[in-house]
């Protein structure tokens, strides 16, 4: 995870299929145990120079590498599902999702045991709002897996998109009881009770997050933004000052110093904060409202 990261860290607003995203990515690596088993073209070592499997190459090279890899008559089926499972990354970063959804087939169809897949494509599924395939996938997933948190998170994004507010705490739950360090979890549920209007629960969750990830500014701004909501300014400010601490010039951190200096003084005390938060970010106000801030 990123320290000070330069990417505008805001308030999350909706729950994101693109969990599943990293950890899809983080389950298909090259795995060096596999090097003896494999066969390499010419010249090169799959763990070191194939681009299919050494995470170097753009999003093109890796479709090259793995489409030609797969082509080979001598590729060992370990390897062809790393290969298909890599592709299908590649092709949902540039939103192919039905050739994505078809690697990911045929890598189930080379092993049905490897949960690692069906979380992949219910995730892609997801994204297409094919909801009933998704979570069928998911089902899958926990039977193969069942002491991973990743489905459960999935599985309450997808009823979250559904207006199934009931049913996605309890998986978010679940999820961080399976693995009380995951932070996706905490992080979903919380934005879910703040739009609930559940703010000492959204606080909470955030409030665990910093606790496992201190170095990261964007929960302390999801924090600060449930303090204005309850009106604990004190709070507020200190959230987004470590903010901005974390990363400068942070306009939704920005925007929450502005707001909470004129709600504590003169009105126009958060002007110069508001005014540098909108050149950031244009929108910003906009953005703000959304999260029922007056």
């Not at 990123?2 to 505008?8: I, L, N």
């Not at 209007?197 to 910093?210: G, L, N, P, Q, R």
Request: hydrophobic letters at 40%; glycine letters at 6%.
């Amino acid at each position: 995870m990123r320290f000070a990261d330069s990417r505008v860290s805001r308030p999350r607003l909706v729950p994101r299929f693109a969990v599943a995203a990293v950890l899809t990515a983080a389950i298909f690596p090259f795995t060096p145990s596999l090097a003896t088993e494999s066969k390499a073209p010419p010249g090169m070592t799959l763990e070191e120079d194939h681009l299919c499997f050494n995470g170097k190459g753009s999003i093109e090279e890796v479709l090259g590498a793995c489409g030609e890899y797969l082509k080979a008559t001598d590729a060992d089926t370990e390897h062809k599902i790393i290969a298909h499972g890599n592709r299908a990354i590649a092709y949902s970063a540039i939103g192919n999702l039905d050739a994505a959804i078809a690697d990911l087939d045929a890598a189930a169809e080379l092993d049905d045991t490897r949960a690692a897949v069906f979380l992949a494509r219910a995730r892609a599924y997801g994204q297409k709002k094919e909801f009933d395939k998704a979570l069928a996938d998911l089902n899958t997933t926990i039977e193969l897996q069942p002491t991973s948190a990743a489905p459960h998170i999935l599985r309450g994004v997808i009823f979250e998109a559904e207006d199934k507010n009931d049913e996605a705490i309890a998986e978010y739950s679940a999820g961080v009881e399976k693995n009380p360090e995951y932070t996706p979890g905490y992080v979903n549920r919380g934005t879910l009770y703040r739009t609930m209007k559940d703010y000492d629960h959204a606080a909470e969750d955030f409030s665990k997050v910093i606790e496992l990830k201190p170095e990261e500014a964007q929960a302390y701004i999801d924090r600060g933004w449930v303090y204005v909501l309850q009106d604990n300014l004190d709070g507020a400010e200190d959230d987004f000052d470590t903010a901005l601490e974390l990363q400068e010039n942070n306009a939704f951190a920005l925007a929450g110093r502005g707001v909470v200096k004129s709600r504590k003084g003169k009105p126009t005390d958060g002007s110069a904060d508001l005014h540098l938060a909108i050149k950031l970010e244009p929108n910003v106000i906009e953005e703000i409202k959304k999260l029922g801030v007056e």
